[in-house]
């Protein structure tokens, strides 16, 4: 694992994503079911793209985030749940840029991560600010929400971290945490990342010349 230390949404956090599967777009790569997305060629597409057209010099249009309401109340309730999440676990928790798997491959950018007692991750955090009847929803069933399943075994598989901290927060509710710790699902995600990256850098041999114009 090696931790890129930028701010998230800098300009070197994207320069650093452009071209790399992350795991915002996990579901992409693999479906809540286990199998392979049907969206994997679209999303080569796109981290193609990122390459060839650096996000800096395209349209006004197409660098913006395209944030909404809800991303707007996660940014603004994040700090609280990770705060949430510190005081329950007693562990310092870390903001960090992304984290790469040691190849360099992919990525993730966690929402925290836990730091032991020796100053090194022991796990990972993800932050979610959903409204309330969502957010009760999610309290009911008591398990990691299938929506995001694929966006923390993503980072679970990246990391190699031995957990991830999925934590819902919603003012008037207690928060809500599940731990989710590496399985079957976890494997076959890290199996469809690996054979994606091939199919990917695969393609992108099919554009060098115009890769290499940025280079």
């Not at 694929?150 to 927060?169: G, I, K, M, N, R």
Request: glycine share 8%.
């Amino acid at each position: 694992m090696r931790i890129l230390d930028v701010p998230q949404y800098s300009p070197e956090w994207w320069a650093a994503r452009a071209g790399v599967p992350t795991a915002s777009n996990a579901d992409r790569i693999l479906t809540v079911a286990g199998k392979p997305s049907s969206s994997q060629s679209a999303y080569m597409a796109e981290l193609i793209d990122e390459l060839v057209r650096p996000r800096d010099e395209r349209p006004a249009d197409e660098q913006s985030f395209g944030g909404n309401r809800h991303t707007e109340r996660g940014n603004e309730l994040e700090p609280k749940a990770r705060a949430w999440h510190s005081l329950v676990t007693g562990h310092e928790i870390k903001e960090v840029g992304m984290i790469f798997r040691d190849d360099g491959l992919v990525a993730c950018s966690p929402d925290g991560l836990l730091i032991g007692p020796d100053g090194e991750p022991i796990g990972g955090g993800e932050y979610k600010a959903p409204e309330g009847k969502k957010h009760v929803l999610w309290m009911i069933e008591n398990k990691l929400p299938d929506e995001h399943k694929q966006q923390v075994h993503f980072s679970l598989a990246t990391s190699e971290l031995p957990f991830w901290d999925f934590v819902s927060h919603c003012p008037g509710y207690k928060p809500f945490r599940i731990r989710v710790t590496p399985d079957d699902y976890t494997a076959k995600m890290a199996a469809e990342i690996d054979a994606f990256v091939i199919k990917l850098n695969e393609a992108k041999s099919r554009f060098i010349d115009y890769i290499n114009l940025r280079k």
